[in-house]
């Protein structure tokens, strides 16, 4: 079992930066493929980007691509997605996903075994 929990959320304005953060409990986080997701207001929950347990490959939604990087720590049992350039658009609870098969870049919600209690994110325009 893993457990996830998101942090760093907040409200920006436009053109403005946040980190966001997941800590993951259990052993066996080196080995799982992580990914974020958001769900705006309204909305189904939408992929965001993804990375494999090696760090070694990411994959990233093209409405984020080049602004935003995924990356992951697994020293500290951690993924944070850096947030750059922010739109208006980007105003969603944002989660952390995890999923047992560590070496598929993968974009669909079912395919993740645990998830995150999300975190939100505002964007001012």
């Known amino acids: 079992q893993v457990q996830l929990v998101e942090s760093g959320g907040g409200l920006v304005q436009a053109g403005g930066s946040l980190r966001l953060s997941c800590a993951a409990s259990?052993?066996?986080?080196?080995?799982?493929?992580m990914a974020w997701f958001r769900q705006a207001p309204g909305k189904e929950r939408e992929f965001v980007a993804a990375?494999?347990?090696?760090?070694?490959?990411?994959y990233y939604a093209d409405s984020v691509k080049g602004r935003f990087t995924i990356s992951r720590d697994n020293a500290k049992n951690t993924v944070y997605l850096q947030m750059n350039s922010l739109k208006p658009e980007d105003t969603a609870v944002y989660y952390c996903?995890?999923?047992?098969?560590?070496?598929?870049?993968?974009?669909?919600?079912?395919?993740?075994?645990?998830w995150g209690q999300g975190t939100h994110v505002t964007v001012s325009s």
């Open positions: 990375i494999v347990w090696t760090g070694g490959s990411t």
């Open positions: 259990g052993r066996t986080f080196s080995t799982y493929s």
């Open positions: 996903a995890a999923r047992k098969t560590g070496y598929v870049l993968e974009t669909r919600t079912w395919k993740y075994d645990f």
